[in-house]
């Protein structure tokens, strides 16, 4: 389990916390309709063998997803969108995104530091529930919202080239701004870094640090200035919401061709 996966599993409970809607395309499968099978003799061919061979359904289903497959393209953005090329141009992060999976990691060199930070897609939520709710409440029009208002959890971690060790960083990223949960310090750098089984078992039985909003004023102040010294600014903060809904667009798209393709074979 990612170091990512296990903080959706952690429940803490700090002033900074944040209420995440669940995923917009999730249906219940309770939902689902069950069909029973007819029963009574076969006096004649009901179906074609095509019909036979891949049901009703499946054409019909098949032909939804196909429409649903040329709207997404259809309005699709460019392969890579200018706020990724200006991203990638300036040559600070680099961008490791397996496709069909929902985390993304970011990594870099300061010094002799390497920084690494993983988000997740998943987090993602429903805008166009959150702004009828918001607009319900005559609180604020979809106008007057920000345009990512969604929280982001992010996982960070901090190595250093000849040095024992990890700084492991909680946060969200929300609104152009990481709000810190909290900070780790991990003897072992490998407990503190490895994406495994055995280093996220190692980790939920050791102390994950304070609550960051309990540590001094100033202490809270010199940590922020440190991440935003390191690339944790204002700029990355807005960078990761915009590219989790291009990377989310993108598998959107995956599923319907692979789920279609499934379906006509």
């Known amino acids: 389990m990612s170091a990512i996966r296990a903080l959706r599993h952690i429940s803490l409970s700090s002033s900074r916390a944040f209420a995440v809607h669940g995923a917009a395309r999730a249906v219940s499968r309770a939902a689902l309709p069950v069909f029973a099978a007819r029963a009574g003799p076969v006096a004649s061919r009901a179906f074609s063998v095509s019909a036979r061979r891949f049901g009703e359904a499946d054409v019909a289903l098949s032909q939804k997803l196909g429409e649903e497959l040329q709207y997404e393209k259809d309005s699709a953005a460019e392969a890579e969108p200018d706020f990724l090329r200006a991203f990638k141009a300036k040559g600070v992060w680099e961008i490791e995104d397996t496709a069909g999976n929902d985390e993304v990691a970011l990594r870099r060199k300061f010094g002799n530091e390497t920084i690494r930070l993983m988000f997740s897609i998943a987090d993602i939520q429903n ?16 106008e007057e919202q920000p ?5 982001i959890r992010c996982s960070i971690s901090i190595t250093k080239a000849g040095a024992d060790g990890a700084v492991n960083v909680d946060a969200l990223c929300q609104e152009g701004a990481f709000l810190v949960d909290n900070i780790s310090f991990y003897k072992d750098a490998a407990v503190g870094t490895e994406l ?3 280093a996220d078992w190692k980790r939920r039985g050791l102390y994950i640090g304070p609550q960051f909003d309990t540590l001094d004023v100033t202490v809270q102040e ?9 690339g944790i600014d204002e700029e990355l903060s807005t960078f990761i919401p915009e590219y989790s809904e291009f990377k989310e667009q993108k598998e959107y798209v995956g599923w319907l061709q692979h789920v279609k393709k499934f379906i006509e074979a």
């Open 127 to 142: 805008e166009q529930e959150s702004e009828f709710e918001q607009g319900e409440e005559g609180e604020q029009t979809p």
């Open 147 to 151: 345009i990512h208002s969604y929280p």
């Open 196 to 198: 495994t089984a055995e």
């Open 222 to 230: 010199e940590f922020e200035h440190w991440l935003r010294e390191r």
